[in-house]
């Protein structure tokens, strides 16, 4: 299956794993670049640069396959030192970063250069087309269903994927909501060239989370996600739990973030990972759960859905058309 997304990447198939923090690590990144589609090293999963060259460099010794790595890109009051990841990646030689977060602008003049191609992440049709201005090469658009931050515009994948393939010339990978063939199809058929998914490649025997957390996304449903950081402008859609529902109620009261602070500290949602207690912090998933039902390897996944893809596109569209001739 051939797109522009598997050509401009060199990618076999139209399936991309982008940056999860705690989980894009090498063991997982090169199951799913084994499997023939695209995984990203997460580089602030990682404590220093340093340790971001050896993860890169244990990455090389799983796959001989194309790989990224994801640069996210936040305010922070002591931010990370973003130029020495930046320069990590660039002097491993990974030809391709998924960047995230705030405009990626300054890091283009570093990358560009060094022939590593760009994607960028972008929740709004009018981000989407201000990287494209700058010159990433991709733009992967969430809409409200994804896990992380969806932005605070709320529009869903449905609207927001084909609003985006009318406006933008390069190509696009949705992302929110996708974890079957049949999120595939439809976000080909959307205008998208590919499909980014979080979710579901949490839940394969690769993915380095505790088994335990797997099998809580297995059993959930649509409906066990929520929304926090609303009141404070800065949504993020996370698995539903004690933790996330104790924040809820503390913005309810108008409270400001330093009350929810300890709360949804990174160490505790680490802590959800490493020990298996989906109430241990606030850990991402999104709306796409409701459709995982088993925890696969990654190669087991890609083949189902690209089989299964065919067979949607080769019998029932094709016989939808056909029946209309």
């Known amino acids: 299956m051939k797109t522009r997304f598997t050509e401009t990447f060199g990618i076999e198939h139209p399936i991309v794993q982008g940056g999860m923090q705690w989980v894009g690590r090498a063991e997982l990144v090169a ?76 890091h283009l003049e570093h990358f560009k250069p060094a022939g590593i191609k760009v994607i960028h992440k ?11 201005s700058i010159g990433v090469d991709a733009v992967s658009i969430d809409g409200l269903d994804c896990a992380g931050h969806p932005g605070e515009d709320d529009v869903p994948g449905l609207v927001l994927i084909p609003a ?17 063939a049949r999120g595939l199809v439809a976000a ?14 949490m ?19 649509e409906r066990q996600t929520d929304l926090i ?30 009350d929810v602070r ?15 207690d989906p109430d241990a912090g606030i850990w991402t998933a999104g709306l796409c759960q409701g459709l995982i039902h088993d925890v696969p390897t990654c190669a087991e996944l890609v083949e189902r859905m690209m089989s299964e893809a065919e067979a949607i596109i080769a019998e029932r569209l094709v016989g939808f058309a056909g029946a209309t001739v």
Not at 232 to 250: D, L
């Open 229 to 258: 950081f609303r009141s404070y402008r800065n949504t993020a859609r996370v698995a539903k739990n004690a933790i996330s529902q104790q924040v809820i109620a503390i913005e309810q009261e108008g409270r400001p973030f330093e």
């Open 31 to 106: 199951a799913v670049a084994n499997a023939g589609a695209l995984g990203c090293i997460t580089a602030l999963t990682q404590p220093t640069p340093e340790d971001l060259s050896k993860e890169i460099a244990r990455c090389r010794e799983l796959t001989d396959k194309p790989f990224g790595v994801n640069l996210t890109i936040l305010p922070s009051i002591t931010p990370p030192p973003y130029a020495e990841y930046r320069q990590a990646i660039i002097e491993a030689g990974v030809k391709i970063v998924e960047t995230a977060g705030n405009n990626p602008v300054d």
């Open 203 to 221: 839940c394969t025997a690769e993915s380095p989370i505790h088994e335990n957390i797997k099998q809580h996304i297995v059993t959930a449903d």
């Open 122 to 132: 972008a929740t709004t049709v009018r981000h989407a087309l201000k990287a494209q």
């Open 262 to 276: 300890d709360l949804v500290s990174g160490a505790r949602g680490r802590t959800v990972y490493e020990t298996g």
């Open 188 to 201: 080909l058929a959307l205008g998208a060239d590919a499909v980014n998914m979080g979710t579901r490649f």
């Open 164 to 180: 985006a393939a009318d406006k933008l010339d390069i190509p696009i990978i949705a992302s929110g909501g996708i974890a079957d």
